[in-house]
Structures are given as C-alpha cells and as structure tokens.
C-alpha cells in the first residue's frame, strides 16, 4: 500500500525554523495538505494544496514541494507550536478521495 | 459556521459493530463536499476510513472496505459510519470530517473514543 513518510520527530528552540519532510512517490501528482494536532484536540489544517495558508493561520506556517517530497516550514517556532505534524494527499493511484496520511512529526520546542 | 458532531456508543463488544452519526450544521450535505470517517488509535497516526460525496456515492479504505458502511441521511443533514466484526485493533477516536480535493480536511468534529472490548 502507498506511504507518506515523515520523520518521527523535530526539536528546535524558540524563534528557530523547524523544517518537516514528507516523502511519497505520487507526490510530485497530487497535492500535500499539512495539519497541526495538539494533545487531545482534533487536527487543525494548516497547508493545503502543498504551499497555500488558511485564513486564521499564521505566517510563520508555509509549505513548499520539491520532487517527492513536500516540506512544512515553521519561522520563528514559538512554545505553542509544540505539536503533531501530519501531511496527508491522495493514494498513489491519484484517485479522490482515497487519502492517505503520513505517519506523523512530533515537533518538540526546547 | 460549519460543524461537526459525532455521536454513538463509546464501547463497543469484539465482533460486533460500531455505529457512529456525523450531525452536521452550518453546511448542507447535499451541497457538496465529501463527507468522511478518519480515526486515530490511541498514541498512533491517523487513518482514513472512508468518505461519501454529497451525491452518494461512496469511497472506502481498501483495507477496511469489506467492513465498513458509510450512509447519509440528507433530511437530517447527518452521515454514519457502521463497521463490523470489529476487535481491539479497532479502538481509536473517530472523527467525521468534510474535506475536498482543493482544500484538504478543513472541518473536524472533536472526535469519539470508541473502545472495543467485552
């Protein structure tokens, strides 16, 4: 079955970058969506269509695609940025919506 | 305001099923959008169940598809996910979700923690 692989975890100190990979071999077809989850909450979208920013997010958040990986970029990490990353986009047969979500970044401010 | 709002047992007993109902307000169903299941076993990633689209037409995990029921009730504004045969490997939190090819997952429902377990 098709995988979005994702580095299990990221540290950075406050006002650092934090930088999180996602690789799938479909994604150079299809777009990446990027979404925060903190403990106990339901996941809140913070890219999609791998670089654009919903409204209410800030900054400090964008994502961009290089070949098959996508990355999220995270400017000036601050504390509250403390979470679960996960990147999701369709399955390899590029078929919507057959998702698939990457395994997930814990990103661990220092 | 669109929101979502799961509902339904939260222990469920190894091989039966597992009802849940999605109550969504703010958007009608019929619309647009898909309307989909994705959960999250405890301390893990998360998983995509299955999805219908406003039209009716369904979409599921070809790794739970044998299972797995999605249905919409458009009076009601409102969508279920039934999964059978259900063991321990399916304890997790669920979430109803709406999400499109353009704009990801952008409404969740807080999520429902179901246990299987006798």
Do not use: M
């Not at chain 1, 925060?36 to 909450?41: C, L, V």
């Not at chain 2, 039209?55 to 797995?68: A, C, D, E, I």
């Not at chain 2, 304890?91 to 006798?118: E, I, K, N």
């Amino acid at each position: 079955s098709y995988e979005l692989t994702q580095p299990p975890s990221v540290s950075v100190s406050p006002g650092q970058t934090a930088r999180i990979t996602c690789s799938g071999d479909a994604l150079p077809k299809q777009y990446a969506y990027w979404y925060q989850q903190k403990p106990g909450q339901a996941p809140v979208l913070v890219i999609y269509k791998d670089s654009e920013r919903p409204s209410g997010i800030p900054e400090r958040f964008s994502g961009s695609s290089s070949g098959t990986t996508v990355t999220l970029t995270i400017s000036g990490v601050q504390a509250e940025d403390e979470a679960d990353y996960y990147c999701q986009s369709a399955d390899s047969s590029g078929t919507y919506p057959y998702v698939v979500f990457g395994g997930g970044t814990k990103l661990t401010v220092l | 305001q669109v929101q979502l709002q799961e509902s339904g047992p939260g222990l469920v007993k190894p091989s039966e099923t597992l009802s849940l109902t999605c109550a969504v307000s703010g958007y009608s169903i019929s619309s647009g959008y898909y309307w989909g299941w994705i959960r999250q076993p405890p301390g893990k990633g998360l998983e995509w169940i299955g999805s219908i689209y406003h039209s009716g037409s369904t979409y599921y995990n070809p790794s739970l598809k044998s299972r797995v029921t999605i249905s919409v009730d458009t009076s009601k504004n409102q969508f279920s996910l039934k999964l059978s045969s259900v063991t321990a490997a399916d304890t997790a939190v669920y979430y109803c979700a709406r999400h499109s090819t353009g704009l990801g997952v952008d409404y969740w429902g807080q999520g429902t923690l179901v246990t299987v377990s006798s």
